[in-house]
């Protein structure tokens, strides 16, 4: 069961890959983040109850599915930015690099780089595919806002990561992740007001007055 | 006690927020910044006088983490107590709006607590999260003018060292999984003093790629060569207390945390693994850094620049390792936060001085600033490695170990670059200092605290190269001990 909610894991992912438009790739991310939880609810009712995954599992309910996408609209809404934005990569190229993604961590960074960590199941190739989905949409976007969605689409990755590999990572420390990620979103939306502000755009082509 | 080294800063953060007046907040960052580093060194003391870790829920203070709190608690009070007059120069000079100015004050004592969590933290996975705070609070400070580059500046440290820590999480679930077959309990499993007893019990080879992430990770927050990008960005864009900051102690706290993890990969695989990448990155640091210190234009560009080649010497000299290794890594970490720390802050007011940051346009410091011009001038002296200075003495440590391990070709390409680096140095700040001044300026310098603040660490530089006193030796030597023992027993 786990696998399948993996697998819409991934998908979610991967299709955030070549859309353009900002408001679909956030309900895509909230759409992650969704099955990031149902995964955590699983682990956690499975078998045995464990409270540790049901709080992790509440926590991204509230925290990634819903305050996250939320203020993410909020600030797209504000700043008029809901129209389609310039990618480094187009559509058709983002996604055959997506697939190589995929093709390359369930064929070699799990079976081979990773032979060490034996799980069991498939939910550790989502997490690595979708951190690498993330890192490859922060470089290939120009947008600032859509930067910060690909970080938030690495973290998703990592918390999965942990689930997958740990079962979880000590209650303490994922608040303290919860709590950096929720604020430095929040940083990071009152650096993009302040620029788009003074540059009168949200297109990083734009911040290239450092060099050398 | 150990709480309170949190508490301090960041109670006087909370009382900054307070709309007051301009001089309330002036006089409550400075107490706080004074109280806070009057709490480090009755920690430090307290530590010695007990010669073991002091363990306090969560947080411990060892010897290696002592070093740390040291460079946190001097720079964090100079830098504070710097900002004040800093600051009313640049509200002067309209770069700041007074109102805004609580604010900054606010921020600065939450960075440095968040610095403080950082290496107090017994938790792997604390720490992670005290890094990542202090990459959110240390950005809002880049960006704190609102100019184009400031910003600019500001979202490409966010956004580089937010991806760049991403990974380092990633060790650290590999080690958690590593940990989680030995130690058992979850708690424990990802704390520095419990995993290094357990250390042979781990998997060497998921160490080792624990190790490969922590590296890159940690390495994009202390400035690695290939990982430097946001940099020279942040730092010369930053108002120049917070460049003295991000330059002379949060690129040491990143260095400690890799250093903790290289020690445990040390204990856990037995072999050079970690200390090979360690060599590698930190020759690869220095090489790389050189050819953009010579060619630079811009004043705190060039600082930045020599930050990445000194982060190498570090990193070189903890994967040497050895008694020399270590202690030449260890001195040159301190000496490098005091001498970059004191030129960063000099620049800050030549900067405000001459109103540009081109190294062309500052002609004759020396005559317009007497004071901080000769202090700038000696400090690039000191960075540069010149003896009598502390650098030139843990500059000469890493290489010679160099030799010692590596024979002639290791030790020769580091005192190739490091001359590089010092001659260019030298040059630009010739230029700046015994050229003539343009008659534009009027000169006049008065005598000002700050002009303590600068000398202070200069003074404590000419120490470390002259003469250490053999208390402190002896403290240095156990903590190079413990390090060499792989970690485990805390001194």
Redesign the interface.
Known sequence: METIYGFFFLMAGLLMLPMRRIKVNIALLSLQALFLSIIAFSEGLGSAFEWHSVAIGLLTLLVKVIALPLILLRLVNSLQADQEKDMSAGPIVSMTIGLLIVGLTFGYIVPV??Q??RVGHDLLGAAVAT?LF??FF?VSRRC?LH?VLG?VV??NG?FL??LA??GG??I??EL??F??VL??VL??G??IY??SD??KSLD?KR????R? | MIYLLLAAPLITALICLFPMKLRKWEIISSLGAILTGIVAIACIQDYFSKEKPIEHYGLFLDGLSTVLVFVIAMLGMICCLYSIRYIRKEIERQEFEEKRVGKFYSLIHIFIATMYLTVLAD?L??M??AI??T??VS??LV?FS????A??????Y??IC??GI?FA??GI??T??AA?ATAGE??FA?SWHSLYPVAHHL?P??MK?AFIFILVGFGTKAGVFPLHTWL??AH??APSPVSALLSGVLLNCAIYAIIRFHLLTMEVTGSNFSSGLMILFGIISMIGAFP?IL???DIK?LLAYSSVEHVGIIILGIGLGGTLGYTGALLHLINHALGKGTLFLCAGTIVQEYRTKFIQKMQGIGQLLPVTGTVFLASLFAIGGAPPFGLFVSEMSVAGRGFQVYGFGLGFIFLMSVAIVFTGLVYFGGKMYFSDLPSRFKVKEPLTINHVLLILPLILLVFQGIYIPESIQNIFFKVVESMIAGGGNHV
């Open positions: 780089l990773l060490d960590i951190i993330g890192c922060v600032v930067q970080i690495m973290e990592l990561s942990a590999i740990t990572m000590p303490m420390i303290g992740i709590f950096d604020v430095g940083v990071m009152a650096i302040k620029i003074s540059f990083i911040l290239n007055r450092l050398g | 938790n996975g604390v992670w999260v990542e705070a990459t959110i950005a809002l960006g609102g100019h184009k580059e910003l600019e500046a500001a979202w490409k966010i956004i937010t991806v991403a999480m990633l679930i590999l958690y999984y989680q979850e708690q990802l998997n080879s998921l790629l020279p960005d010369s864009q953009f060619v630079q234009k560009r």
